[in-house]
């Protein structure tokens, strides 16, 4: 499906909105190496200059293999602020029940369009999905729910002044931890294993093809064989009070993993992706 604005309100769409539908990404077999080319974003969105987070799920939207027929859902956080402006459906959960809407969402979406595939992927932060929402998004694992989950990890609760969060680092002091974290950062990746996933991925904004292969492989693996799971580290420069060139110091440091069961890596050889 191309989404298109109704007649009728054609003309009281802010021109950008306008521009979302003329020049986005529908139905057009783009990769991330053509961003720049078509239009996935407004410019003027409501995130801190330089986040790291934006640029990450800029390059998640600019990776989706087929952005007409994905629906992406998130909840409560910075990247909530950031979807409305995307060229791309969305549905805000919820704090932390991402992952048990998208599973609702991907059934219907089963029934509804059985001749079509359609990606659901949840895209959240690593309160929604690590800590207020680690119930919701490990019994999707463990249904073995055909969806991606996304987890936008900025080790801290950024939205909301600077809380530690579960992901944050051990001995980690931010606004609202002065004392410095006490117990170390939660393994999401090895839980995500553990709990069924198939394919399994951490990656960083500051190597954009490989976090566009990792996108793109979790989201194929999930159309066919179950749920997939990708870490994206991209660290608070606000709360953490880091300059944007020491913030992509730190990603480009972050050891990068990439996990697949037996299943996974056949149908990734099966379609050289």
Request: charged share 25%; glycine share 8%.
């Amino acid at each position: 499906m191309i989404p298109k604005i109704a007649p009728a309100f054609e003309d009281i769409m802010p021109e950008e909105y306008l521009e979302l539908v003329r020049n986005g990404p529908y139905g057009r077999n783009l990769r991330l190496k053509d961003l720049g080319t078509f239009k996935e974003l407004i410019e003027e969105h409501p995130l801190c200059a330089g986040c790291a987070p934006a640029l990450a799920i800029r390059l998640v939207v600019a990776s989706l293999p087929a952005p007409e027929d994905t629906v992406i859902v998130g909840t409560t956080g910075c990247s909530s602020l950031l979807m409305p402006q995307l060229a791309i459906h969305n549905i805000h959960s919820i704090y932390g029940n991402q992952n048990a809407v998208a599973s609702g969402l991907k059934r219907a979406l089963a029934m509804r369009f059985p001749d079509r595939c359609k990606d659901v992927v949840v895209i959240a932060g690593d309160g929604g999905t690590a800590d207020i929402g680690l119930a919701m998004t490990m019994h999707s694992w463990f249904r073995r729910e055909r969806i991606t989950t996304v987890m936008l990890d900025n080790e801290c609760y950024a939205n909301t002044g600077g809380q530690e969060s579960g992901t944050s680092r051990e001995g980690a002091v931010l606004n609202m931890a002065p004392l410095g974290k006490k117990y170390p950062k939660i393994p999401m990746p090895e839980l995500a294993k553990e709990s069924g996933c198939a394919y399994v991925a951490v990656v960083s904004p500051a190597y954009p093809r490989r976090l566009e292969r990792v996108v793109r492989r979790a989201i194929f693996v999930a159309r066919e064989i179950g749920p997939t799971y990708v870490q994206i580290f991209c660290p608070c420069i606000t709360n953490y009070k880091l300059s944007v060139s020491e913030a992509m110091k730190m990603m480009k440091e972050t050891k990068p993993k990439e996990y697949m069961n037996h299943d996974a890596k056949n149908l990734i050889e099966r379609l050289g992706i």
